[in-house]
């Protein structure tokens, strides 16, 4: 059996890639959340980081005094 070649316009192929992209979406939503909460959980993180860096450094001895304060 020999392989042929199939022609597609532009148009068609973005439509069929949306389509498929969608079906993916509505069988696999945990991909999707699972995208979301990783971004949210890397913007959390990188703000962290900038703020921390324009915060003056602490001593270990002060971090668990602060913790032992929560407890």
């Known amino acids: 059996m020999g392989m042929g070649t199939i022609t597609i316009s532009q148009d ?3 439509m069929m890639i949306k389509e498929t992209f969608i079906e993916v979406l509505k069988e696999r939503k945990d991909l999707l959340e699972e995208a979301i909460i ?3 959980e890397d913007i959390g993180l990188a703000r962290a980081i900038a ?3 324009k915060t003056s450094s602490i001593s270990e001895s002060e971090i668990f ?5 929560v407890k």
């Open 12 to 14: 068609d192929l973005k």
């Open 38 to 40: 990783e971004a949210i």
């Open 51 to 53: 703020e921390g860096i």
């Open 65 to 69: 005094k602060a913790l032992d304060e």
